[in-house]
């Protein structure tokens, strides 16, 4: 099964609307990554997380952790079309370079 | 610098032919990355090396996957024999330290195995 489970699996919003997505682990691990990734790109680093109860904004997006719950979540405020693409979170397994990702979200935003 | 360069960006082959996979690192990195990227089980790392040794390979999935680095600016992921299940997103990424956040990703090859 699937160590870092990503919901939901694909999204469309009208443009201007807010969304969330979430990640949430049935094992401990540690931090919070998320990227982005355009169809036929590769990765590309939002942000990063790393002490529970953290929360990181960087322009209209929203990175929250709680590792006590070990739930993770990315939010988008006000969606434009530039937002469109596969968001992916991330965790580390015990500070290795064992990165493990999410399956992945596709996001569409509807002009 | 040009990035992390991958070739082929998109393979198709037929199921048993052996299939190699290219990357070309960022220079001056260190770490170098092999992703498998599918639908069902999302992005996997399956061997990293570090300045051109394999330090982890308990990603690869089968003795069908095989992966090398001869020098410091090459590594090849080797697929033989090939298998439809092996069809997914490959990504190779590099970087000056082991952490993920500081790891450039390439774009991507794209196997599909019929």
């Known amino acids: 099964s699937q160590e870092l489970e990503q919901s939901p699996q694909s999204l469309i919003v009208q443009e201007g609307k807010n969304l969330t997505i979430n990640c949430t682990s049935s094992k401990t691990l540690y931090g919070l990554y998320w990227y982005k990734q355009k169809y036929g790109e590769g990765l590309i680093f939002l942000m990063m997380l790393q002490k529970g109860g953290e929360e990181k904004s960087h322009e209209k997006i929203t990175a929250k952790l709680d590792e006590k719950k070990q739930q993770r979540s990315l939010h988008i405020t006000a969606s434009q079309p530039s937002h469109a693409g596969i968001y992916l979170c991330g965790a580390d397994r015990t500070g290795t370079y064992k990165y493990i990702f999410g399956t992945g979200t596709r996001l569409k935003v509807l002009a | 610098d040009a990035g992390v360069i991958q070739s082929p960006r998109h393979e198709v082959t037929e199921m048993g032919q052996e299939v190699t996979l290219r990357c070309k690192p960022i220079?001056?990195?260190?770490?170098l990355f092999w992703y498998r990227q599918t639908m069902m089980r999302g992005l996997e790392l399956l061997i990293y090396?570090?300045?051109?040794?394999?330090?982890?390979d308990s990603g690869m999935p089968e003795d069908r996957f095989s992966a090398k680095m001869p020098n410091a600016s090459f590594s090849t992921l080797k697929i033989q024999p090939s298998e439809p299940r092996d069809s997914a997103v490959y990504f190779c990424?590099?970087?000056?330290?082991?952490?993920?956040?500081?790891?450039?990703f390439g774009q991507g090859t794209r196997l599909t195995v019929v």
């Open positions: 990424a590099s970087s000056s330290t082991g952490i993920v956040t500081e790891a450039f």
């Open positions: 220079s001056g990195h260190d770490y």
């Open positions: 090396f570090n300045n051109n040794v394999p330090i982890d």
